[in-house]
């Protein structure tokens, strides 16, 4: 399912990346300090996200591993986490669930109980003694579940009663197969979007500098959002301003209990992973950034028209410029970024910074690797999503011991 390199019909070129030209002052820091050098790499130079000061642009994107035996964090993801800390970079937590109907993937984290939010603390606290800024990813599947992840074995719940084919998991091998979801009564949404509300107070409780509200890649607040999906006929479906209700309002849920400046949220709406198409792409996204404007959210983290599913690339016409534009908050862009593609985004200004998904989880040590220009480790895809504690985890090496 991972990185398969496809060829979309409606909007693909050749996925020709352009190398980022050094400009004549560049060219001259060429043979200054290292620290110097630094400064003439766009990726490098440091950004004030409202109180953070980040020393650099290049963030570690949420990684879902499925390590977190019973939904409870384990004592490895300290290392894991701190071994992608640099003094000053931002890094966002695998997505973590926000209650005990938000599973659909096994070992995934959570941060709704006493234990879970105890067992964050420590990895918390790895990151911070090594300089880092770190938020946590809260999450919510809906459809994308079944109901051996549901209390009671009850059914997953959504936007909608639309079920989900069966898919091929991630292993290339197993068929995950999802239960026909319970569509949410208009009256039960205000308590899903307390369990985020919640979630985010926990985090700050075990440490986290804020949350991420992840409204992307088809989980439940993507389920409202877009219009292949959702077929509410209440306040909460149909226009645009409807479907966008859901998603505003968990905003500003989050936004009254910890404050804006601690909050960020990611959003895809050109992807159409987990069967979660929109007619008209630019408009969602166009009117969620303009939307967003209103809470003075710290950021907004958008996936790259190109990332059609998380790991599928295609070079398209459609570009994030438009929502970065409208935004008046931080930008985050990821999806398919490598070193030249990240340095020329931020060179050019179509956004703040970037955030790196498989390079980052493959290399513990990426931006010193960026700094240098040196060669990457390969990512392994067999081994992303195993419960195995070690290995594809933190056994990746870093630049001096390869
Ligand atoms: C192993 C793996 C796990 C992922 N888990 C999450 C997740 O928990 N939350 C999320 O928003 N995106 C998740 N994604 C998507 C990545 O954050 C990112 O958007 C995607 O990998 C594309 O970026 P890249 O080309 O830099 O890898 C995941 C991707 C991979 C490869
Ligand atoms: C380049 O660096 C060296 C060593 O630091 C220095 O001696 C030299 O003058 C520098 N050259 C230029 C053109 O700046
Ligand atoms: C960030 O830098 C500013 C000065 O530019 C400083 O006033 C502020 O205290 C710094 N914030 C943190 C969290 O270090
Ligand atoms: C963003 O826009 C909103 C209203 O549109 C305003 O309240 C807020 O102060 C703005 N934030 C910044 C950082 O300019
Ligand atoms: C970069 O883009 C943002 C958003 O459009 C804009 O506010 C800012 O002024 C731009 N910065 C520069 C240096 O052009």
Redesign the pocket.
Known sequence: MWGSIFSCAACCLAFLPKIHKLSEEEKEEENDTQIKMADSIPLLTPYKLGNFNLSHRIILAPLTRQRSYGNVPQPHAILYYSQRTSKGGLLISEATGVSNTAQGYPETPGIWTKEQVEAWKPIVDAVHAKGGIFFCQIWHVGRVSNSDFQPNGQAPISSTDKPLKPQIRANGIDEAEFTPPRRLRTDEIPGIINDFRLAARNAMEAGFDGVEIHGANGYIIDQFLKDTVNDRTDEYGGSLENRCRFALELVEAVVDEIGADKVGIRLSPFADFMESGDSNPKALGLHMAQAL??Y?ILYLHVIEPRMKTPGEICECYDTLVPMRKAF??SFISAGGFNRDLGNKAVAENDTDLVAYGRLFLANPDLPKRFELNAPLNKYNRATFYIPDPVLGYTDYPFLESA
Do not use: A, V
């Open positions: 404007n209103k003075g008046n908050g």
